[in-house]
């Protein structure tokens, strides 16, 4: 004989229901961002082999594919924008000069090897590239772009696939890393020695897990927007100025 209470089995019922309900709707959200992060292949495809173009490139995978989401979904990172502070900035400050030092000395060591020099700038020129983009596109890339793909990468599809506290080797924060590296070879294939691609992709994975632990362990997006900007985006800024 059922001995539970009428009124609390009515209760329980659309409590389960709606748990079940907003259980699916996470599902489908979660769908959504995966299906999002494999946008970028399909746009930078379009810009760098069909428009053959890096303005178009630049213009279908910032505004066409980041920013829209980015907006929708801006309340997932706008309790996020939390200033750093001082030691954070410094920290900043001396990765970014280490790294630039490293670059030169890697670079100088073995660029011949890792770049194709002829083969980048010819891929560059063929897609609008001139020399007088030079300053322009350095100072579009440590600002303007790390801004938008941490809000994307990190502030929209790591906040919307896990929780605050879900540990890095669960998926969440594997597909949001490994999808952020994958589009790279893109444009990594541009530049870089075929024998060096895995390697450059497995950097760009490992620079994505970084800036992950770091929103994580910080709670700011903008510490990671700085370490994108001013270190890593930084250091391709770097090896650009030393090709061309």
């Known amino acids: 004989m059922d001995s539970t209470p009428d009124n609390l089995t009515d209760s329980s019922a659309p409590d ?11 599902t489908r959200h979660q769908i959504l961002i995966v299906v999002w ?21 630049f213009f279908l995978y910032h505004c066409c594919c980041l920013m829209p989401i980015i907006i929708y979904r801006r309340k997932s990172w706008q309790a996020h924008l939390i200033r750093p502070t001082g030691r954070q900035f410094a920290a900043v400050v001396a990765a970014a000069l280490l790294l630039v030092l490293l670059t030169f000395i890697l670079h100088h060591f073995i660029g011949r090897f890792a770049i194709e020099r002829q083969h980048a700038l010819a891929a560059m020129s063929m ?11 350095s100072i579009y890339f440590v600002t303007v772009n790390p801004i938008i793909e941490e809000l ?20 969440p924060y594997i597909w949001t890393n490994i ?10 294939r541009l530049f870089v020695s075929a024998v060096f691609i895995p390697l450059a ?7 994505g897990f970084f800036m992950s ?23 391709v800024i770097v090896i650009l100025w030393l090709i061309v």
């Open 179 to 188: 999808s952020f590296a994958a589009w790279h070879l893109l444009i990594i």
């Open 201 to 207: 992709l497995a950097t760009v994975a490992a620079v």
């Open 37 to 57: 992060t494999v946008l970028p292949w399909l746009l930078l495809s379009l810009g760098l082999d069909y428009f053959k173009s890096i303005l178009w490139s």
């Open 127 to 137: 897609r609008g590239f001139q020399p007088s983009w030079l300053v322009p596109l």
């Open 16 to 26: 389960l229901q709606s748990r079940q309900e907003r259980r699916a709707r996470i």
């Open 152 to 171: 994307f990468w990190r502030g929209v599809v790591l906040n919307d696939l896990c929780e605050d506290r879900q540990e890095m080797h669960r998926w």
């Open 213 to 235: 632990w770091l929103y994580r362990r910080t709670g700011s997006v903008i510490v990671p927007i700085l370490w994108h900007g001013l270190v890593f985006d930084l250091a």
